[in-house]
């Protein structure tokens, strides 16, 4: 069965530095999501995107923040000048177009750790 | 408010029990999907029901069975014969229609242990 796939699975960063979560969605999936579960929290939604651009965004995604579609298969997550509140699991989800109840399917997630 | 709460945070259960992880949800949509997902100690979230909100319909698959019922906004999940691989963190999720066709409203989670 196909699934997303995230990597790396651990990142640990300076405080200060720049990481880039990396994802490939499931192949005909169209709609992209991330979001962050910080340890022993609930998840949260941070942004989605289709087409090209952010569809939505949560007030946790802010300027420090970033997404892109560098090509056909990768979606990336950005976090510059990360700071030690951005420590947590992040997950990148992926969904079908057509009905808009289509079940997100997420992967592994990346373990963030800022030192 | 768009809202998800599993009041249960914590939940002994002995093996070959029956256990109700309860959900409630609020919000002012009238189309709605609700979710449920399950987070296992490797710590991936794998998806395991949707529901529309106009399919009050009760689903079995295996030993999983949910009731939705709209009356009381609640979607509440039964695990019968609980087994070792079933402890997890579950969580239930709201996916509103308005206001962004996408995310997800996960609530706190219930770990079943």
């Known amino acids: 069965e196909p699934e997303v796939t995230q990597t790396p699975s651990h990142q640990v960063t300076q405080m200060g530095q720049e990481v880039i979560l990396r994802c490939v969605p499931i192949?005909?999936?169209?709609?992209f999501y991330w979001y962050r579960q910080i340890l022993g929290q609930k998840v949260e939604f941070l942004v989605s995107?289709?087409?090209?651009?952010?569809?939505?965004k949560s007030e946790i995604f802010d300027d420090q923040f970033s997404v892109e579609r560098p090509d056909g298969s990768n979606f990336t997550l950005k976090i510059r000048s990360t700071k030690l509140e951005d420590s947590a699991m992040y997950f990148c989800?992926?969904?079908?177009?057509?009905?808009?109840?289509?079940?997100?399917?997420f992967g592994d997630g990346t373990r963030l750790s800022i030192l | 408010a768009q809202k998800v709460t599993q009041a249960q945070t914590e939940i002994s259960v002995v093996e070959k029990e029956d256990v109700t992880l309860d959900c409630v949800y609020e919000?002012?949509?009238?189309?709605?999907?609700l979710f449920w997902y399950k987070q296992p100690p490797s710590g991936e979230l794998v998806f395991l029901i949707r529901?529309?909100?106009?399919?009050?319909q009760n689903e079995i698959s295996g030993r999983y069975s949910w009731n939705f019922q709209k009356s009381t906004s609640s979607f509440n999940f039964t695990i019968t014969a609980s087994q070792v691989v079933d402890s997890a963190v579950y969580f239930c999720?709201?996916?509103?229609?308005?206001?962004?066709?996408?995310?997800?409203?996960f609530g706190a989670g219930s770990r079943l242990a």
């Open positions: 989800a992926s969904r079908r177009t057509g009905e808009s109840g289509q079940p997100q399917h």
């Open positions: 999720a709201l996916r509103p229609l308005s206001g962004g066709y996408n995310k997800l409203i």
């Open positions: 995107f289709y087409n090209n651009e952010i569809s939505e």
């Open positions: 529901r529309n909100s106009f399919d009050e």
């Open positions: 919000t002012r949509d009238t189309t709605y999907y």
């Open positions: 192949s005909n999936h169209l709609y």
